[in-house]
């Protein structure tokens, strides 16, 4: 339970328009269904397990911010800002059956060349029955690729 307040807490604390780090030159504003599009792709790849395709999802380390999540398979403080220790963390995810299945996208719109959003994704693997957790992240949308940079999964929601 206190994993889950401390995620939840970070969620609220991170301002919407937080300047990260340093963005890609070919970077643009998301066109509408750009951060959806990303998102719904990481969802696909992960359960795929496409390594390659995964580590393309995520911003590489110089524009990457971070990844958090509780329990199972808990990435917070300093290691949830690593990016060099983000692929193996999923498979270690993928070895345990983890699977993502995405219930809901709110778009928040664009600020400091950063496409915000608000989710709601269901995690399921054999240390956890299916569950509806929200979240919030931010992607950057690029000529050569759109990525995601900010991950964060806070607490479990009722259906």
Known sequence: M??????????????????????PADWQD???GEAR???ERFVRVFNSRSIPS?????????????????????RLGPAA????????YFRGRQRQGERLRLVRFEG?????????FRFRIERRSRELRPTVF??????????????????????SVSR
């Not at 807490?9 to 963005?23: D, M, N, T, W, Y």
């Not at 995964?54 to 398979?73: E, I, K, M």
């Not at 928040?108 to 950063?114: F, T």
């Open 2 to 23: 206190r994993v889950v307040a401390v995620v939840v807490l970070a969620l609220v604390l991170v301002p919407a328009a937080f300047s990260g780090g340093e963005l």
């Open 30 to 32: 998301c066109a509408p």
């Open 37 to 39: 599009g990303v998102v």
């Open 54 to 74: 995964l580590d393309r999802v995520f911003s590489p380390a110089a524009s990457f911010n971070w990844y958090s999540t509780g329990g199972p398979g808990v």
């Open 81 to 88: 800002y690593d990016r060099s220790p983000l692929i193996p």
């Open 108 to 116: 928040g719109g664009n600020g400091n060349g950063y496409a915000h």
């Open 134 to 155: 929200q979240g919030k992240g931010a992607a950057i949308c690029a000529v050569s690729g759109d990525t995601i940079s900010v991950w964060s999964v806070g607490s």
